[in-house]
């Protein structure tokens, strides 16, 4: 890969950490911690003694089956004991758990003994409705805190939840239900959205004409929007008519380290939606201690992931990880620019927000509208940002380390999958940081950047991102579906490595630098070019707001870069541009990105979750069927 001395220079770009939280924080030493990481079965055996056990481990972990590996064999646990019930013995029982915000400025507050008895409630109602352990209990709802409680309430009683993304379409609803089976269905009337409510009941009434396991429907009432119960398949009940009568203590089952925990849906490229599995124990685990470790979690932190609980950033880290240290979380339900783009800064300042996780797509999405809406607010209470979804470009690494962090607050940038179930490689407020690079591995994870032969490749070369040994956090299979597990993650890349699907290069200091996914690299004149580098050089020119690439073929390169550009308000795509940002481009990334075509547009195919669909482009530009779009944002 040809690089540019400006590209270069951002590598070297380093920022130091800042002193006043290395003080305070949990590893004081990023080397020795990574260290004493090499040893998995002993780290991550120390970090599961933070919870109660019904009874502990025999194995820590079991490698017989590879890679069907297994955590903490024969021990007995139970997630939603261990994220409400034990708190309620100590001095945070009266402590918000939960503090629910939405766009029309209404808000509500749990604390972790209302969250108890609410949870409680609700797993009593679920097992009068013939719930057992094992049951599959479905989720099609908001941003609101019964989502979270009907989650927990599975967790008490040992169902499994399926949460699926309430912005997703009537077909897609239908798919995902019936490949989980699920038995009951928890839904709401409605959901906020840019001042409108969007009707979830109507979508569900649809759906349950082709949904044929669902024997109950609760139906939550939240956005205020007329109702219509219907008798379309089984019978349908009110939450808050369910709930009533019911006692608020509820005795809670003992589960088995790896007994299921979730399902969560999530799309690739091709196929059908990949049915993830995550089990209990070993996501606990993993969940728990990356938030502590990367984000620092400390008693009277406010904790705001703005992830959607419809996918796995949102399960991980809106509700497992915080609950799980006894920590408030913010759950917001609203877009980032509405009533105006000031909206999530408003919240920061009105709140007191100390730690904020959110995605480069919204930053990007933010910076378009300048710096006006950030320097109305006090943001002085932030001491930790983060970033996560996609590989997150200098340009906006930067927009938000100075006017969001005021330079002075680090950017935790992480990269993990829906699959990994926890953070894989970060930074930690020890380290010291690069623009557009998630730094190294998590102590006790053992990543590497290898060629299709599994050989490490040398420094600033591109390669495929490998797991080499298990994780507490992993996956363990694919639902009713071990066969592509195996052949998706496990077979590609020679030695029992898990291959991750994304390409990256290392730098000088180890640094790993995530390119995109491997499908999304372009091959021009017989170099390769991660879609995400190109994107970053776009994005890095004062006129755009946002880039995506494609390849588009060509006789003599094999592929050129055909670039689609959202650009910032108050510029257009003139001859004079066009040419000004080839120069860009070139100057960014070499003679290597040959530039075909320059497209503006005002908006970008992404799923819900906020990645671009590249997919869709190309299909788009070749004229061949588009594919599952069940995902895709607006779609």
């Not at 759950?331 to 709140?351: F, M």
């Not at 943001?379 to 340009?395: D, R």
Request: with cysteine.
């Amino acid at each position: 890969m040809v690089k540019s001395a400006n590209n270069l220079d951002n590598e070297k770009k380093v920022f130091k950490p800042n002193y006043m939280l290395v003080e305070e924080a949990h590893v004081k030493n990023w080397e020795a911690e990574i260290e004493k990481g090499k040893d998995i079965e002993k780290y991550w055996a120390e970090k599961a003694e933070q919870f109660e056990w019904f009874q502990k481990w025999d194995q820590v972990l079991d490698e017989s089956n590879k890679p069907f590996y297994k955590w903490f064999t024969n021990g007995k646990i139970n997630l939603a004991y261990n994220a409400v019930d034990r708190w309620i013995h100590t001095d945070k029982r009266n402590q918000v758990a939960i503090l629910y915000a939405n766009e029309r400025g209404d808000e509500k507050k749990l604390t972790y003994y209302e969250l108890y008895r609410e949870v409680n409630k609700m797993a009593n109602a679920l097992k009068n409705l013939g719930v057992e352990k094992g049951d599959t209990v479905s989720m099609y709802m908001p941003m609101c805190p019964e989502l979270l409680i009907s989650m927990l309430a599975c967790n008490k009683i040992g169902a499994v939840h399926s949460v699926v993304y309430s912005g997703l379409s009537v077909g897609a609803f239908v798919e995902r239900m019936n490949d989980a089976k699920a038995k009951i269905l928890v839904t709401a009337d409605g959901t906020f959205r840019r001042g409108k409510v969007i009707d979830l009941k109507k979508i569900v009434d649809e759906a349950m004409l082709k949904c044929h396991t669902i024997e109950t429907t609760i139906v939550v009432k939240h956005a205020g929007n007329p109702i219509h119960m219907s008798e379309l398949s089984g019978k349908e009940i009110f939450y808050d008519t369910l709930l009533e009568g019911e006692p608020d203590e509820c005795p809670v089952e003992e589960m088995d380290s790896e007994d299921p925990l979730f399902i969560l849906y999530t799309s690739g490229s091709t196929g059908k939606p990949k049915a993830v599995l995550h089990t209990t124990a070993g996501y606990m685990v993993g969940v728990a201690t990356t938030l502590k470790t990367i984000f620092d979690i400390h008693n009277g932190d406010l904790w705001w992931c703005t992830g959607d609980i419809g996918w796995i950033t949102g399960h991980s880290y809106l509700i497992y990880g915080p609950l799980l240290l006894g920590t408030t979380t913010l759950v917001y339900e609203g877009a980032p620019d509405y009533p105006d783009p000031g909206i999530w800064w408003k919240i920061v300042e009105k709140y007191g927000v100390t730690k904020l996780y959110t995605s480069p797509t919204a930053i990007r999405h933010l910076m378009r509208y300048g710096n006006k809406y950030p320097t109305v607010y006090n943001l002085s209470s932030l001491k930790i940002l983060g970033s996560v979804g996609e590989p997150m470009n200098p340009a906006a690494w930067m927009w938000l380390y100075k006017n969001i962090g005021q330079e002075k607050t680090p950017i935790m940038d992480t990269w993990w999958q829906t699959e990994t179930g926890m953070h894989m490689i970060s930074p930690l407020p020890v380290s010291h940081l690069k623009p557009g690079t998630p730094t190294l591995p998590f102590p006790g994870v053992d990543i590497d950047v290898v060629d299709e032969n599994g050989n490490p490749v040398p420094v600033g070369e591109d390669g495929y991102v490998v797991v080499k040994k298990p994780w507490p956090a992993m996956f363990r299979t694919l639902y009713k579906d071990e066969e592509r597990f195996v052949n998706v993650y496990w077979k590609d890349i020679p030695g029992g490595v898990y291959r991750a699907g994304d390409m990256a290069r290392k730098d000088e200091d180890g640094y790993i630098w995530i390119q995109g996914r491997s499908d999304d690299v372009l091959k021009i004149a017989g170099h390769r070019v991660g879609t995400s580098e190109v994107e970053a050089a776009f994005s890095s020119h004062p006129a755009v707001a946002e880039a995506a690439v494609i390849g588009k073929s060509d006789p003599v390169k094999g592929q050129v870069i055909k670039a689609f550009v959202i650009l910032k308000e108050g510029y257009k795509l003139t001859t004079k541009l066009i040419s000004e940002l080839q120069r860009h481009v070139r100057y960014e990334l070499g003679p290597v990105a040959v530039l075909g075509d320059i497209v503006q547009v005002d908006n970008l195919p992404k799923t819900r979750s906020g990645k671009i669909m590249r997919r869709v482009l190309r299909a788009r530009e070749e004229g061949k069927d588009l594919g599952d779009l069940s995902t895709l944002e607006d779609g």
